[in-house]
């Protein structure tokens, strides 16, 4: 498993503030991810990153902003945190050229926006 | 588009029983990846078991076993002799192409001592 960190663990902020989520990752993989989850729905994609400075969109994007300056770090940013960011927020990675294309998860980080 | 579905919502047993965790999926891609993960009380997501598409063989790993059969897209999930550990969410996936997965909606399993 790749060595995975989250950080915060937990936060509680209010409605119109600015939030940054950090994924940290020691196995150098390429890929990294952010998911969300929430009761009903399972994890949904939120953005995701192929390489330093490159990402993309998720299925749920609306609200969130990205960046990768460094293989190791992929930050979600939740530019005005509202109500309905409130979510249990994973980080994932994948090893390039994994053919089996395992994701590999981080502990999670518990958002509470009130 | 990709689905995966979990129509079992929760599931209670009592231990020793054997259960098993349906995951029925959609994709119109002939290469893809199917997966389990599971979700204990403690929040984390543990790597079970990955399939791709041109291996139908059955797989099992202990107590655990896995049932694919791409005739049916579904791809289920058999615990034998359960034991109160295994109490968790599991969720079955579905790679698509080579940048997200798909998850359903997890099946929350309750083993009773």
């Known amino acids: 498993d790749a060595g995975i960190t989250q950080s915060p663990r937990h936060k509680v902020t209010e409605t119109g503030t600015p939030v940054t989520l950090r994924c940290h990752q020691t196995?150098?993989?390429?890929?990294m991810y952010w998911y969300r989850q929430d009761p009903g729905h399972g994890l949904r994609l939120i953005h995701y990153s192929y390489g330093v400075k490159d990402t993309d969109k998720g299925e749920v994007s609306d609200g969130y902003s990205v960046s990768r300056s460094k293989t190791e770090d992929f930050l979600l940013t939740l530019e005005s945190a509202t109500s309905s960011q409130t979510s249990v927020y994973f980080c994932?990675?994948?090893?390039?050229?994994?053919?089996?294309?395992?994701?590999?998860f981080g502990p999670g980080t518990r958002l509470l926006v009130l | 588009a990709q689905k995966v579905t979990q129509a079992q919502t929760e599931i209670s047993v009592v231990e020793k029983e054997d259960v098993t965790l349906d995951c029925v999926y959609e994709?119109?891609?002939?290469?893809?990846?199917l997966f389990w993960y599971k979700q204990p009380p403690s929040g984390e997501l543990v790597f079970l078991i990955r399939r791709n598409s041109f291996d139908e063989q059955n797989e099992i790993s202990g107590r655990y076993s896995w049932n694919f059969q791409k005739s049916t897209s579904s791809f289920n999930f058999t615990i034998t002799a359960s034991q109160v550990v295994d109490s968790a969410v599991y969720f079955c996936?579905?790679?698509?192409?080579?940048?997200?997965?798909?998850f359903g909606q997890g099946t929350r399993l309750t083993i009773n001592p």
């Open positions: 994932a990675t994948r090893l390039a050229g994994d053919t089996q294309e395992t994701q590999y």
């Open positions: 996936a579905l790679s698509e192409g080579a940048q997200k997965l798909v």
């Open positions: 196995e150098n993989h390429r890929y």
């Open positions: 994709t119109r891609d002939t290469t893809y990846y």
